[in-house]
């Protein structure tokens, strides 16, 4: 007995595109297709899967949908919908439609979970798409289907800033086989994870099973190393591809990486370095200094680096100090410091000299002049960060504590707008005064209890009897945001296990370590989490924290961090152009992670540490913050 059915009834219902997929393949909506004998099904779908396996995606697509309208078992449900994602796959702009119904079969219901996953990658919904893809098992799938499960979850993880968990699944997704036009694609995905990743480990990359591991991890160490030397670039590029010459980036990547390092910034004749060197930014003015310079004195260039010239600031005389500057023979400008500074160079109309403000302005650059960029320890930057570790950890309903001024205001709302962003809830935000009575108020304001009080104290007061009471906490409430220096950090803490909240994580600015260890001091923080620079622990320039440590040992443990910012200044100068030029790029700082947006401000990734017994340990890659 035979089944008559036409494509373009059930089918098409659910598979728009799928009609287009069948005419490149010779079919036609209107075509009568009859259900086959088991074994010719089954040879149909080897075809189909051999079709797939040798690229020819637009005709496998076909075979499937061929198979999935002649019959109603499970194997034809399967086909209908590897049909659905293959034309997903070949047309991303295409609206896609999902059976209401998820299948009985195993194998159909992974494939509809992961057409499901597509759906809402499609609508931006990326931290929904990693949840359904992370609720898929890979079973039986065919090779297509593995790398096509791999790519939507690294692009997910990607969007999400999920860094290591993309450039995993986007490097497991090379052994599979995907259509032509999205090879490019691929390409680039896995070199902006690899990009944002601060030190890729090779055995986890190696693991991944990419055939291409070895030559992805010496293209960014080249990257990373001598892009800022276009000479030096370009002929250990050519080294590169001799060794990998059958490496994806020859085909795109590779091209645009060297044309990056040829528009370099040229190098200067002179640098300019603006600081505020008297007043009460005279402090924090030598500290940029004296890393800016150890920096300089570090450059493996020697003689030819460009010499530094000093100029003492004022935001009134910040024009008259800039064009002096000029006239004397500068050519890139470091500074100024102060923010009305900045905002003063930013209104010129013609600065005559690339710029590297050591602060943010509120308005864009005007004028006609040389490019402003803008690089500062924003506080915003953390906070950030904080939200989207948290997320990374699975957190999704969050408080943030925050003292009662502007600073609190201005990191409270970079946490929300990120947090809420990667799709967190925000439960509340409360500010604290710098009190004992303020720091108890403010974490039971958290979690309820001020509320749970008012109620029994009602109770006493109708009854008119003395009651126990116990104060209950609310539990909903999975992350803790904390914006705070250490002393005020040193009293929140106790109350937080005081109520019985010392299971709920927490995640902090780097504002919560002095920066020099103090067990006994700090060891009320244990178990807080913060995003801090790498330089506090040895990293990002092992052998320059040594000899800041003993020239400048008194200096270094007041103002560490504004060691690590004037170093990272000196260290951004030759990348400015690319930095902007290439978004997603991160250069390996003392800071952080360091990217430029589109409007030439500086960014920075933070590296994370926790402490335990009073004592900050790096996180690195570990295990996320939630899980301890």
Request: with cysteine; net charge neutral.
């Amino acid at each position: 007995m035979s089944l008559n059915l036409k494509v373009g009834s059930a089918v098409s219902r659910f598979v728009p595109g799928l009609a287009l997929v069948l005419a490149v393949a010779g079919c036609t909506p209107e075509q009568t297709l009859v259900a086959e004998r088991p074994a010719v099904r089954q040879d149909a779908l080897a075809g189909a899967e051999a079709k797939l396996a040798a690229g020819d995606f637009a005709a496998a697509a076909a075979d499937y949908a061929r198979l999935g309208n002649a019959g109603a078992d499970a194997l034809a449900e399967r086909a209908r919908l590897t049909a659905a994602l293959i034309a997903a796959d070949l047309d991303p702009a295409a609206p896609i439609t999902l059976p209401p119904q998820v299948p009985s079969d195993p194998g159909a219901a992974r494939l509809h979970g992961l057409l499901a996953a597509a759906r809402l990658e499609q609508a931006r919904d990326f931290a929904g798409a990693l949840t359904r893809l992370s609720a898929l098992g890979t079973g039986d799938s065919t090779p297509y289907v593995r790398g096509l499960s791999l790519r939507l979850k690294g692009r997910a993880a990607l969007q999400a800033a999920r860094w290591g968990e993309a450039a995993g699944a986007l490097l497991g997704a090379e052994t599979a086989p995907l259509p032509p036009a999205r090879r490019g694609e691929l390409t680039q995905a896995i070199w902006t994870a690899l990009n944002h990743v601060q030190d890729p480990d090779p055995a986890a990359v190696a693991a991944t099973g990419s055939p291409h591991a070895a030559g992805w991890l010496a293209l960014l160490e080249i990257y990373r190393k001598q892009a800022g030397d276009a000479a030096a670039f370009g002929a250990a590029i050519d080294a590169w591809q001799k060794q990998y010459s059958n490496h994806p980036a020859n085909e795109l990547l590779i091209g645009e990486l060297v044309e990056q390092s040829e528009r370099l910034l040229a190098t200067p004749r002179q640098i300019a370095l603006l600081l505020p060197f008297e007043g009460q930014l005279a402090g924090l003015s030598e500290a940029i200094r004296d890393g800016f310079l150890a920096a300089w004195y570090a450059d493996p260039r020697g003689p030819s680096r460009p010499p530094v010239a000093l100029y003492p600031t004022t935001p009134a005389g910040i024009n008259q100090t800039f064009d002096k500057a000029l006239a004397e023979g500068a050519s890139l400008v470091v500074g100024p410091l102060e923010k009305a500074a900045v905002e003063a160079l930013a209104k010129r109309a013609n600065r005559g000299a690339p710029v590297l403000a050591l602060n943010t302005s509120d308005q864009s650059a005007q004028g006609e002049g040389a490019a402003l960029y803008q690089f500062s320890l924003r506080p915003e930057d953390e906070a950030a960060a904080a939200a989207q570790r948290a997320r990374a950890d699975g957190l999704s309903h969050a408080v943030a504590i925050v003292p009662a001024n502007s600073w609190g205001d201005r990191v409270a709302a970079a946490f929300a707008t990120q947090w809420q962003t990667d799709g967190g809830r925000l439960l509340g935000t409360i500010r604290f005064s710098q009190e004992v009575e303020g720091y108890a108020a403010a974490v039971k304001q958290i979690f309820g209890v001020d509320e749970s009080e008012a109620r029994a104290a009602a109770l006493r007061r109708i009854t008119q009897r003395k009651i126990e009471f116990q104060p209950r906490r609310r539990n909903d409430v999975d992350a803790i945001f904390l914006a705070a220096y250490p002393i005020d950090a040193r009293q929140i803490l106790p109350q937080l296990r005081y109520f019985h909240a010392n299971d709920v994580p927490v995640y902090a600015t780097s504002h919560v370590f002095t920066g020099n260890v103090n067990a006994s001091a700090d060891q009320d923080l244990d178990g807080v989490s913060f995003a801090d620079m790498p330089w506090l622990f040895r990293r990002g320039g092992e052998r320059l924290k040594t000899t800041v440590d003993t020239v400048w040992r008194d200096r270094q443990r007041e103002y560490a961090r504004l060691f690590a910012f004037g170093i990272d200044a000196y260290r951004l100068l030759p990348y400015l152009a690319q930095l902007k030029a290439q978004h997603g790029m991160r250069l390996a700082g003392t800071t952080g992670q360091l990217w430029m947006d589109t409007g030439g401000g500086v960014h920075r990734d933070p590296i994370w540490a926790r402490f335990r017994g009073g004592v900050p340990e790096e996180l690195g890659a570990g295990p996320p913050v939630s899980s301890q």
